[in-house]
């Protein structure tokens, strides 16, 4: 069995980080099946949303310390090369034009918060706990985390998360920005996954316009985001989906979207 369960299925690709025993700790075995479960997905276009998971009873408790530990002078190495592909996959599930939903249960720490911050919409229950740890170990961020955060909950608090190593609850977690929807614990992976059900069978080409100008946005000025709505809205105006959107709405009808953004 693979440190990364994938598969897909009616439009969800389900990817899982299987390491249960080890808190799903990334190592380099995690990070390389990671980044080639998101290039498989990638490249697939029947994919219209994604749903990132952690087996066991923690999403993501970070870095395997115990095998950094045992890796002496080659650490700096062996932490470039696991990077190269933790950052591939993050890198590619945030170009997607399927949405990401990602499920939150217990730790979420280290590069495990940063594959959450990295998702769409964030299901979390009250007991799940984000924290960055980084710098507790003698370390820096990575796996984006250092964009993302100040994207989501501002420069002061992304600052009081990295220097401080301040652990937020689910419900915190919603209240600053990082997670999305917060419900009772044993229900966090059933709401996910409705979730990226619903979003698999919406108009894919678009929702994937609003993710990409939502994300650039920080990085232009009004008149060139402006300009980039124009050339959006009126290139999902010419799929399918969007005529079936129009449609269904003058009709008093659901949509039926195909994923066509052609």
């Not at 949303?49 to 700096?76: E, I, M, Y």
């Not at 911050?117 to 507790?136: E, H, I, K, N």
């Not at 809205?233 to 979207?257: H, M, Q, V």
């Amino acid at each position: 069995m693979g440190s990364i369960e994938y598969a897909v299925d009616g439009g969800v690709a389900r990817l899982a980080l299987n390491r249960p025993d080890a808190g799903n700790a990334v190592d380099l075995q995690l990070a390389r099946e990671l980044s080639d479960a998101t290039l498989a997905l990638s490249e697939d276009r029947s994919v219209r949303s994604v749903l990132l998971t952690g087996a066991g009873r923690n999403f993501c408790v970070g870095g395997d310390l115990r095998s950094f530990s045992s890796r002496g002078d080659d650490l700096p190495a062996h932490l470039r090369e696991i990077t190269m592909y933790l950052h591939a996959a993050v890198s590619r599930l945030g170009r997607l034009a399927a949405p990401v939903v990602v499920a939150v249960q217990g730790s979420a720490a280290g590069a495990g918060m940063s594959l959450a911050c990295g998702g769409d919409l964030v299901v979390v229950g009250p007991s799940t706990r984000f924290v960055l740890a980084y710098t507790r170990i003698g370390l820096s961020p990575d796996g984006g985390a250092s964009w993302l955060l100040p994207r989501l909950v501002g420069l002061r608090r992304s600052l009081d998360l990295a220097l401080t190593n301040r652990t937020l609850t689910g419900e915190e977690a919603v209240e600053w920005g990082v997670a999305t929807t917060v419900v009772a614990d044993d229900l966090v992976s059933a709401q996910a996954e409705h979730l990226a059900g619903d979003l698999a069978s919406g108009p894919t080409a678009a929702l994937g316009a609003a993710k990409r100008l939502l994300r650039d946005s920080a990085d232009t000025t009004l008149e060139t985001q402006l300009e980039h709505e124009s050339i959006a809205l009126s290139a999902n105006a010419g799929t399918a989906d969007g005529r079936e959107g129009i449609a269904a709405f003058l009709e008093k009808r659901p949509p039926r979207y195909t994923g066509d953004g052609s």
